[in-house]
């Protein structure tokens, strides 16, 4: 696939704020409107409202491992019927949650499994994990005055944190990934902050891909 856009994944627990920091960007990037920029997440995806039949409603049971295949059909639904136009038209693409959220709610067990999985999807040229204790995020979604999901409960979230931290290390260490603090700092001054560092981030990558198609077109010639 020819890809055009620079893709930045958001990850974090329930109630880290990652919805409502990519609304924030969005209006930043619309202020600027120097780079063409799309927001998706895969929730819209009919098979995401299977999936919360099970987590939310929870009409029914299913097995982890399961449930865990389930997000990864969404996944391959809303690539194929809007992320891959998008990461092809426009110069920015924000993704709320990708693969990355599936290997920290997975069992640790799963996560090889998932990995291969999953390996046939696009990675991000960015990932992107706001970091907030679990505490807060609690009071966050409890909050919402909405029905919790399954995962959802202190130890859960527990766990999962400590599985995204330990997922970004690499990452980090790899110059792909960017662990912030989503405590301290109100919304709209992390997003300038998010938005810097992406900046900085495209250059790197514009110059790469200007760099690579000098080069395609110089074998092809």
């Not at 969404?74 to 136009?85: F, G, T």
């Not at 994990?129 to 399954?150: C, F, H, Q, T």
Request: aromatic residues 10%; hydrophobic residues 35%.
């Amino acid at each position: 696939m020819d890809k055009k856009a620079f893709f930045v994944s958001f990850e974090g627990i329930d109630g880290s704020g990652k919805t409502t920091l990519l609304s924030e960007l969005g209006k930043l990037l619309e202020n600027q409107k120097e780079h063409t920029y799309h927001v998706t997440s895969f929730d819209k995806t009919e098979v995401y409202g299977l999936i919360k039949s099970y987590t939310v409603e929870k009409k029914s049971i299913i097995s982890p491992r399961a449930l865990q295949v389930l997000y990864y059909a969404a996944r391959v639904d809303h690539h194929e019927n809007e992320l891959k136009d998008a990461l092809k038209s426009y110069d920015l693409v924000l993704m709320d949650r990708y693969v990355d959220s599936t290997y920290a709610y997975c069992d640790p067990s799963d996560r090889k499994y998932l990995k291969n999985l999953n390996g046939s999807l696009p990675s991000p040229d960015l990932r992107v994990l706001i970091s907030v204790p679990v505490s807060e995020a609690l009071r966050r979604v409890d909050g919402r005055n909405s029905k919790k999901s399954i995962f959802e409960d202190p130890m859960t979230l527990e766990n999962v944190s400590n599985s995204y931290h330990e997922i970004f290390e690499e990452y980090v260490c790899d110059g792909n990934g960017i662990i912030i603090d989503g405590l301290n700092k109100n919304p709209d001054f992390l997003a300038e902050e998010i938005l810097g560092l992406v900046s900085e981030k495209i250059k790197g990558y514009n110059s790469f891909q200007s760099h690579y198609t000098g080069v395609k077109t110089a074998l092809n010639s």
